[in-house]
Nanobody
Framework: QVQLVESGGGSVQAGGSLRLSCAAS????????MAWFRQAPGKERERVAL???????TYTASVKGRFTISKDNTKNTLYLQMNSLKPEDTAMYYC????????????WGQGTQVTVSS
């Protein structure tokens, strides 16, 4: 069974930075896409950033220019560099991965908490 394990969350003041990592037990190069999602208390889960197998990326509007998603297939690890963090970025962050042929997420990590104080 494929496992995705996030790390790198924590507490930071507004304006600070964090880098999240997601270590995959399987070959990340075979996945059609991978993504970072977040969910704040009382809110719906939101896709923050996505990276396709060819390296193309997409971001939700609220994080564009501040967050960067990347993937190191030699380490089977997905990253999310988060800069200029804001209190509204506070959430549980999850990584997710699709299968080989379609960008539909079916593997999920357990999440890592990010808390940004003002």
């Amino acid at each position: 069974q494929v496992q995705l394990v996030e790390s790198g969350g924590g507490s930071v003041q507004a304006g600070g930075s964090l880098r999240l990592s997601c270590a995959a037990s399987g070959d990340t190069s075979r996945r059609y896409c991978m993504a970072w999602f977040r969910q704040a208390p009382g809110k719906e889960r939101e896709r923050v950033a996505l990276i396709y197998h060819d390296g193309d990326t997409t971001y939700t509007a609220s994080v564009k220019g501040r967050f960067t998603i990347s993937k190191d297939n030699t380490k089977n690890t997905l990253y999310l560099q988060m800069n200029s963090l804001k209190p509204e970025d506070t959430a549980m962050y999850y990584c997710a991965g699709s299968g080989v042929y379609y960008c539909e997420m079916h593997d999920w990590g357990q999440g890592t908490q990010v808390t940004v104080s003002s």
